[in-house]
């Protein structure tokens, strides 16, 4: 029981120490949810991919093997954050991404920003996605 912090005024109460938690679970902390946040990051990916095929713009992959070059890295923490770079693997992706106004597009709904549109619509879907893999311990079928 606290009497302590905001809850200074109330006549009972709780608090919770999550000092205490880290010392008797480091496991979940160290081990079981960054494994699992990796795993979930990488179905993640696969969803924005997938997303980027199957939802306006388009990736236009009437265009030589586009869609086929895709990528989906293997999660990785690096400087205290957990990264996933997944994209198009082939040397034109980049430009037309970033294709100017009155670009001609081959595929009738392509267009630019296909992979940035998805990420900026659905970030709390795939944000959403990750936190399933982590409660569920389990990555759903794939994207």
């Not at 086929?68 to 957990?82: H, L, M, Y």
């Not at 693997?89 to 106004?101: S, V």
Request: hydrophobic fraction near 40%.
């Amino acid at each position: 029981m606290g009497s302590t912090g905001k809850f200074r005024n109330l006549k009972s109460g709780f608090s919770v120490d999550c000092q205490n938690f880290r010392k008797t679970y480091p496991e979940i902390l160290g081990e079981i949810i960054p494994a699992w946040a990796m795993k979930g990051l990488h179905y993640a990916g696969q969803l924005l991919m997938r997303d980027a095929k199957m939802v306006q713009p388009f990736t236009p992959h009437a265009w030589g093997g586009l869609w086929n070059s895709e990528t989906v890295n293997a999660a990785v923490k690096k400087n205290g954050a957990w990264q996933l770079e997944c994209g198009y693997n082939i040397a034109y992706a980049a430009k037309l991404h970033e294709a100017p106004d009155g670009w001609n597009w081959q595929l009738k709904g392509s267009g630019p920003k296909y992979l940035e549109t998805k990420m900026a619509l659905y970030r709390n879907r795939y944000m959403g996605a990750v936190a399933d893999v982590i409660r569920f311990k389990r990555v759903p079928m794939a994207a």
